[in-house]
């Protein structure tokens, strides 16, 4: 099977690779690209584990093709980081102890970030229901969402 | 792991004691970063991709599989079947001790259970390995399969959970409930339920002549060694396993399952580094699950409203092949007094994969069952609940007679009440509503888990520059090891956690038992404790013998451990610096090693349990029986907690399991093929954000001198129990109806259960 020449973006870096065409772009990041940060729970759009955004949109990088990212813009967990200095969604995660284990902890925190971009003061139920489809089996749910809430709180203030 | 970048000690950390300190988790930063390295992140030079081909039958024999096909696939490699397979050292099938459960390994062409393993294709990429093994297309001869707990005829086990007698009696319950003024008997069914840790089993395995090198998530690194060794027939100390992080095990993880073996022969087949992980729809069969229940209480009260006879029977399945009968009814031991108290078990055999421990294994199940009755009779002697609770509080072990080592369940209902504002409920059922029109009830549960113990070792070093180094290979699933160790690890040198290097888990270090049984941080933490001890006492012995230290001669009255130094115990101005009394010694380091266990003469004086009382308001919409848990208060009495921030967070965990156990979880069999209609995230329902309320979590403070040197009584599962059967009170408090199957459906709440 000849292989696919991809260009995108991923975290602000413009990345090329090679895919066949049935990998998925989960399986891509994962593989050819080398971001574990994303994880499979399911491989069926059930868990959230592996919560990308594209163009902003979120997504489950493992219902896409991998060929699908060509010439748009992907981020993951691995660009949520300035370097060294956190998010403050990740810095109120850590605090909040809104997570264990840890393994949904790249999805929930690309679905958070992903909703409070397109919507800066969400309600508590707003929260709850956009991160619906992220699982947690350990089970931090609660204190996920008033990890959002609190980060949203501050970011508002500090755009002020 | 020289890899593993931990966070150092947060600066709000009190000078002098690290444990009792709500640090935050120290791999939290590799974790929110995406960088902490599970097992399937693992990609080793010249890897290939294995995929397990599962029965699609439940009982019967494999007898075709086409391999030339699965062959021919361009990337495929191998096919590993049960006439083409690395040769094993051991039968799969033995059981050498009581801790090992038999396992498919494609010995023969049995199919023993529906996903099933019958065949490993190897390939050079994922997506050729899978279609590989869809190319097989197996044929079988299929038998019946025997499904739900009347399909098969029942017997009494010979033991149930890990060796507990299968019936238990305490004085005369048949008497006692013939002369009781009240009685009760009531049947309540539990579903069989799946572990679904969101990472699914995986293991990358690379063969290096005999010796192994393994990534794979467990919670009980020495037994996976020990049964790999055994096996393959190599030496336990050839086998490397790397578990720094579990993506959540809740019991799955704690044997060494199929399917990870598989990894193994696979790559021992091919002679080339591979990796298996599980799809999700194959976790459903070969690790683990907890079995379904159908448990009789029958409870009778005097007059007065105190409990005269508890006599609770659990039917419960094992696989055909293996026995892991869950120990439903021993809920019933601890919690409540009555002077007749009769526990029993019968079983069933089923075509499923041998169900095992799941978080809180007899409590959860047995729990929500009594917490059910409980209510039951409470309601019948015309009680509030929590009083009636109250009225029947054991002040000893019901069962035993043996005194509590500690037990602060009063303050833990009276606190949690005042937060829930129990005080205003009214007694009887579907009084409110709220401004909706929605339904709304309150109900409560008491939980309760043993303080178990297991064995563990640790090892302890002090440098000749001050600072430490402490070797457990203990396992973080999640609920925080390398954070809570780290600080008993601290304190058990005398040191601040930033001067103490801690290494866990992997197998070549020294071992931490299992994390399982809510006993880690006991076990482990003992072990670490002690072996701090151990070393401190070393380095005094050099102090007070040697004429030129300020302690020489302190023998007598000892020395104090304490940031870095030894402090002579009677006059403090007399002190010295680790690193000096080393340098002085000649000495780069000085190392010694440490036991954790259960101290077998308290054992048997004192009951050990942690308890707690649950409170939960539920809302129910009166036409379409949609029910939403709107607000639980969990209080615990846990002895003492290590760090209350990761501890709350196992206690939150637990309430959410609890939910989970009342209102959403099932695995719903197929009567006719004994296949799982349901194994997957989308409709094995477990909660998610939007189901889950504000829950709020009390600690209360308890002493435990007995438990162990530490106090710790360990919080893993004790959150799961009284937390299902609270739900389930307060939906009958909200509608007047008593749903005694599990979990609560829609249509229960609609039209009246027809008993
Ligand atoms: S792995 Fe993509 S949603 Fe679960
Ligand atoms: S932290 Fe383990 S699944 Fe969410």
């Known amino acids: 099977m000849a292989k696919l020449h991809v260009s995108t973006t991923i975290n602000g870096e413009p990345m090329e690779f090679l895919c066949e065409p049935n990998d998925t772009m989960l399986d891509a990041l994962r593989g050819p690209l080398g971001l574990t940060g994303s994880k499979e729970g399911c491989a069926s759009g059930d868990c959230g584990a592996c919560s990308i955004t594209v163009d902003d949109q979120l997504v489950c990088s493992c219902l896409m093709l991998a060929a699908e990212a060509d010439g748009h813009e992907l981020r993951t967990i691995e660009g949520m980081a300035q370097g060294e200095k956190l998010h403050p969604l990740q810095q109120k995660f850590l605090e909040q102890a809104a997570l264990q284990c840890g393994i949904c902890t790249s999805g929930m925190l690309v679905a958070s970030d992903a909703l409070l971009r397109r919507n800066p003061n969400p309600t508590e139920e707003e929260v709850r229901f956009w991160l619906a489809g992220n699982l947690c089996r350990c089970t931090g749910y609660d204190k996920i969402v008033r990890a959002v809430m609190e980060t949203a709180a501050e970011m508002r203030e500090a755009a002020q | ?289 907890r079995a379904p229940t159908r448990q009789t209480l029958r409870v009778g009260m005097d007059g007065d409203g105190r409990l005269t006879a508890i006599d609770h029977h659990a039917r419960t399945a094992s696989s055909s092949f293996d026995d892991f009968f869950e120990p439903a009814a021993d809920a019933s031991h601890t919690l409540y007094a009555s002077p007749a108290i009769a526990t029993s078990h019968e079983v069933v055999r089923l075509d499923t994969g041998t169900p095992l421990f799941m978080r809180a294994p007899g409590e959860a199940p047995g729990s929500i069952a009594l917490e059910s009755a409980i209510d039951e009779a409470a309601w019948m002697c015309g009680m509030d609940p929590l009083a009636f609770r109250l009225k029947n509080y054991a002040d000893v072990e ?246 209350p921030r990761l501890a709350r967070s196992q206690l939150f965990g637990g309430m959410i399991w609890g939910i989970s156990f009342a209102l959403h979880e099932e695995a719903v069999m197929d009567p006719r093929s004994g296949r799982l209609l349901n194994a997957n995230l989308a409709e094995y329902h477990v909660p998610v954000n939007a189901d889950v309320p504000s829950l709020d979590v009390l600690t209360v403070e308890e002493h435990d001198p007995y438990v162990n040197a530490l106090g710790i009584k360990g919080v893993g599962e004790i959150g799961v129990t009284g937390s299902a059967g609270a739900i389930a009170n307060a939906v009958w408090h909200a509608t007047g109806f008593r749903v005694r199957r599990f979990p609560i459906r829609i249509g229960d709440l609609v039209v009246p259960a027809s008993d």
Not at chain 2, 275 to 280: G, P, Q, Y
Not at chain 2, 458 to 464: E, L, P
Not at chain 2, 558 to 580: K, N, P, Q
């Open chain 2, 398 to 643: 019901p069962i035993t007679g043996k005194p509590f080592s500690s037990k602060a369940l009063r303050e833990c209902y009276a606190q949690g009440a005042e937060r829930f504002g129990w005080a205003r409920r009214p007694l009887k059922p579907r009084q409110l509503r709220d401004e909706a029109g929605f339904l709304v009830g309150w109900g409560v549960g008491t939980a309760t888990f043993p303080a178990l113990m297991f064995a563990a070792d640790a090892r302890a070093v002090i440098r000749a520059d001050g600072s430490g180094l402490v070797e457990s290979g203990a396992h973080d699933m999640g609920q925080g090891a390398w954070t809570a160790l780290a600080q008993i690890a601290a304190d058990g040198l005398g040191l601040d956690l930033a001067q103490v290097e801690f290494r866990a888990g992997t197998s070549d270090l020294p071992d931490a038992g299992i994390a399982g049984g809510s006993a880690h941080t006991a076990t482990a933490g003992m072990a670490i404790h002690n072996a701090g001890a151990a070393v401190t006492a070393k380095l005094a012995d050099l102090a007070m013998s040697d004429e030129r230290s300020p302690l020489f001669g302190a023998g007598n009255t000892g020395v104090i451990a304490r940031d870095g130094r030894l402090y002579r115990r009677d006059d403090e101005s007399w002190s010295e610096d680790y690193a000096d009394i080393l340098t002085r010694a000649g000495l780069a380091e000085i190392e010694a090693r440490g036991k954790g266990g259960m101290d077998p003469a308290a054992q048997s004086i004192y009951a050990m349990h942690a308890h707690g009382a649950v409170f939960a308001e539920v809302k129910v919409d009166p036409d379409l029986g949609q029910v939403r848990v709107s607000r639980m208060v969990g209080a615990f009495a846990a002895g003492r907690i290590i760090n």
């Open chain 2, 1 to 289: 792991m020289s890899d593993i970048r931990l966070t150092e000690a947060s600066s709000h950390m009190r000078h002098g004691s690290n444990i009792g300190q709500p640090l935050t988790r120290r791999d939290g930063i590799l974790k929110v970063t995406g960088q902490a390295r599970y097992a399937a992140d693992n990609h080793v030079p010249g890897m290939l991709h294995a995929v397990l081909a599962v029965s699609s039958v439940a009982r019967g024999r494999v007898t075709f599989l086409d391999v030339e096909a699965a062959k021919r696939h361009p990337g495929v490699v191998d096919v590993m079947t049960p006439v083409h397979k690395p040769r094993l050292a051991e039968d799969p099938d033995a059981k050498t001790h009581p801790f090992m459960f038999r396992l498919e390994l494609l010995q023969d062409d049995t199919v023993r259970y529906a996903n099933q393993a019958i065949a490993v294709v190897i390939a050079e990429t994922l997506e050729s390995a899978t279609e590989g093994a869809a190319l097989l297309a197996p044929r079988y001869e299929t038998q019946p399969a025997r499904v739900g707990l009347d399909g098969d005829k029942s017997f009494a086990p010979p033991a149930v959970g890990v060796g507990n007698p299968a019936e238990v009696r305490h004085g005369d319950v048949n008497s006692a409930l013939t002369d009781a003024s009240m009685r009760i008997e009531a049947t309540y069914e539990t579903p069989a339920q799946y572990h679904n840790a969101m990472e699914p089993h995986a293991i990358v395995a690379a063969w290096d002549g005999d010796t192994l090198s393994i990534d794979t998530p467990s919670q009980g690194l020495a037994m996976a060694q020990a049964r790999i060794a055994g096996l393959f027939g190599i030496p336990p100390s050839n086998i490397h396993i790397r578990s720094p992080f579990l993506g959540g095990g809740f019991g799955s993880k704690g044997l060494i399952s199929g399917p990870q073996i598989l990894g193994i022969m696979a790559a021992r087949l091919v002679g080339k580094p591979v990796k298996l992980t599980l799809r999700r729809e194959q976790m459903y069969g070969p690790v683990g699950h």
